[in-house]
């Protein structure tokens, strides 16, 4: 495909897939927020709870059945599409960027893995996340809410250290974020709307709802609040290649899907206490562990005087073949990210980021596609360190 008709593929996918995420997490912290604090101390006759509340000029009053009134109205609006609509983009995202590009984004640098097989994996994977979570959920583990957390949580940073020996750091990052995603949108087209649509289902045939099957669409609706957090930092991540390209990638990533989990649960709860209120704290002491695991190793200098004719040689070979004003790489017809390494200005006033990138994380090149070795990321850090001099 055209590498101009993929990166405008790829930004209206993008742009989609952010549009449609935002309302549908926003709406999944609404309703929660929403069922923590209704008002429960006395309400009228077949309500749980009701509530007052104030935005945009306007006072609202929301009230919360305990199952249905006892006739429908007749408009009701049903919260599903955003959901739908997120997946959709999500993956057409994930194919525009990882399927079509596989041994760039997808395939871990140095693998024999074919495009295929990676594709195949990063499928199957998907369709086995969904099936191995909804069946704990389902078996009696699921009646232990904690202890199907921590499993599930286990099972995520096994599949992610699984991952990075097959994916690139971004990939294996990234297809965490894809299992998780799938198994929100399948907690609401499996679970939520059919329990939603049986009760009322019920309410219109004039029987009797079946109380479980909303109960269970709540508990996973929890499931998916607790889910975003992580998931936003996996939407992000693939900007923070400190995260994914440090040595135990998938550490980290377990790390600040804790952090994040124990952020959400103080939001969830502080409508009845403060007593989750160290969980702020401790999430950011928890970043700065973080970020001082990950920070680079201070090299030794060499002694010996590194020439910009050396350093030259080397970007002209691994890196202006994308990053120039007129890329002679296949695939690409713009620099990426604007970044351009034409002359010596730019390349002296790119330093920080060439040791950022080149050689603190090595996450560039992009999947190692022009095979920069071990011996040429020191002789680019020694030259750096020697005060990046252009003559």
């Known amino acids: 495909m055209d590498p101009h008709i993929t990166e405008w593929l790829n930004l209206a996918v993008r742009w989609v897939h ?10 999944s ?48 609006h049903w919260f599903k599409w955003e959901a739908y609509a997120t997946f959709l983009s999500g993956f057409t995202l994930l ?10 984004y997808l395939v871990a640098p140095g693998s024999d893995l074919s495009s295929a097989a990676a594709i195949g994996i990063s499928v199957g994977s998907l369709v086995a996340g969904w099936f191995i979570y909804t069946t704990l959920c389902d078996s009696p583990l699921g009646k232990q ?12 940073v096994a599949a992610a250290w699984g ?6 750091g971004r990939a294996a990052f990234i297809h965490i974020g894809a299992i998780i995603g799938t198994i929100m949108v399948g907690n609401v087209f499996f679970i939520i709307m059919p329990a939603q649509s049986d009760l009322v289902g ?30 936003l930092f996996i939407m992000i991540s693939n900007h923070f290649p400190s995260t994914y390209s440090f040595e135990y990638n998938w550490a980290i990533l377990a790390g600040l899907a804790i952090l994040s989990v124990l952020v959400r649960h103080y939001f969830n709860t502080r409508h009845e206490s403060q007593k989750f209120v160290w969980t702020l704290p401790a999430a950011a002491l928890g970043m700065i562990a973080l ?13 010996t005087q590194v020439s910009f004719t050396q350093v030259k040689q080397i970007i002209d070979e691994r890196c202006s073949v994308c990053h120039s004003a007129t890329p002679t790489f296949a695939g690409f017809t713009a620099a990426p ?11 002296q006033m790119l330093a920080p980021r060439i040791q950022a990138q080149a050689i603190t994380t090595q996450a560039m090149p992009l999947g190692n596609i022009t095979q920069m070795t071990p011996q040429e990321r020191d002789l680019l850090g020694t030259w750096i360190a020697q005060g990046a001099l252009t003559k």
């Open 18 to 27: 952010m549009i449609t995420g935002i309302a549908w997490i926003g709406a």
């Open 202 to 231: 019920a309410i219109n045939a004039g029987r009797e709802p079946d109380p479980a099957l909303p109960a269970k669409g709540l508990l996973r609706s929890r499931h998916n609040n607790y889910f975003t957090l992580p998931v």
């Open 291 to 303: 970020a001082f695991v990950t920070a680079p190793k201070t090299a030794e200098t060499s002694t």
């Open 163 to 168: 991952f990075t020996h097959v994916f690139s």
């Open 337 to 347: 990210l604007g970044v351009i390494m034409d002359n010596p200005q730019q390349i």
């Open 145 to 156: 809410p904690a202890l199907l957390g921590l499993v599930l949580f286990v099972l995520l």
């Open 29 to 76: 912290f609404y309703f929660v927020w929403l069922e923590n604090h209704l008002d429960r101390s006395n309400p009228r006759e077949g309500l749980s709870g009701d509530l007052w509340a104030i935005h945009g000029g306007g006072i609202y009053h929301l009230e919360k059945y305990k199952l249905a009134p006892p006739k429908m109205p007749e408009q009701l």
């Open 95 to 104: 194919a525009v960027v990882y399927y079509l590009n596989a041994q760039l």
